[in-house]
């Protein structure tokens, strides 16, 4: 069974448009994230949700916009899709905060935007 | 502010090689430290941490020392596999943030 599974692995899209990736663990942890991933590698966190409140959110544009409907899911929309915005969103989870939990990772979503 | 910086790759060994991937940080508190390993395709997943300083983190081969004196966690193998190629990430936490270095590419050679 996959622990975090992410959807869709891939997406292509427009500039302008909005899209969602939506992210799913059945792990039973209560802490979520979205990070991203440039084309470098670099990893930087995006967001964090505790039992479905909003614990960490970093200088993300306001485009950017995570929705937990209950623990186990954390989605993330995103408006009005930039060049920029092209990378690899990656969801996790643990079981805690991850300062001392491991974060188990999804699969990530390769976001191109032409 | 708190950061993580490791060297740059990639990385290109004979099977069987040594390897060491350094890492150092900066933190204004006292923060854990932790290795996470990004195979071709996939995410990323824990390959060792430490919590406090002079504690060694191991796992399949792996080795790292929280050295607080030299603010390092370098990522030391004796001997590397083929199927060892991938990214290798240092991270600290430290008061719930946390903060991934830019990623070493590992590339071993039959």
């Known amino acids: 069974d996959t622990a975090v599974s992410q959807t869709p692995k891939y997406l292509v899209t427009q500039m302008g448009n909005d899209k969602s990736i939506k992210c799913e663990q059945n792990?039973?942890?209560?802490?979520m994230y979205w990070y991203k991933q440039d084309s470098k590698k670099f990893l930087k966190i995006m967001f964090s949700?505790?039992?479905?409140?909003?614990?960490i959110n970093e200088t993300v544009p306001n485009r950017f916009s995570p929705k937990s409907p209950d623990k186990a899911h954390l989605n993330l929309h995103i408006n009005s899709l930039e060049l920029g915005d092209s990378a690899v969103y990656f969801c996790?989870?643990?079981?805690?905060?991850?300062?001392?939990?491991?974060?188990?990772f999804g699969p990530g979503t390769r976001l191109t935007v032409l | 502010g708190d950061s993580v910086t490791q060297m740059e790759g990639p990385v290109t060994l004979s099977e069987e090689a040594f390897l060491t991937i350094n890492c150092t940080y900066t933190?204004?508190?006292?923060?854990?430290l932790f290795w996470y390993v990004q195979y071709p395709g996939e995410g990323l997943q824990l390959l060792l941490k430490?919590?406090?300083?002079?504690d060694k983190g191991s796992n399949k081969g792996f080795e790292a020392t929280y050295r607080k004196e030299t603010t390092s966690f370098h990522l030391e193998k004796g001997s590397v596999q083929v199927s060892d190629s991938a990214v290798y990430f240092c991270?600290?936490?430290?008061?719930?943030?946390?903060?991934f270095g830019s990623g070493t590419k590992l590339n071993v050679k039959p």
């Open positions: 996790a989870s643990s079981q805690g905060l991850a300062g001392y939990n491991e974060q188990f």
């Open positions: 792990l039973g942890h209560d802490t």
């Open positions: 949700y505790n039992n479905k409140e909003l614990i």
């Open positions: 933190a204004t508190g006292y923060p854990s």
């Open positions: 430490a919590t406090k300083a002079d």
């Open positions: 991270a600290l936490s430290d008061r719930n943030k946390f903060y």
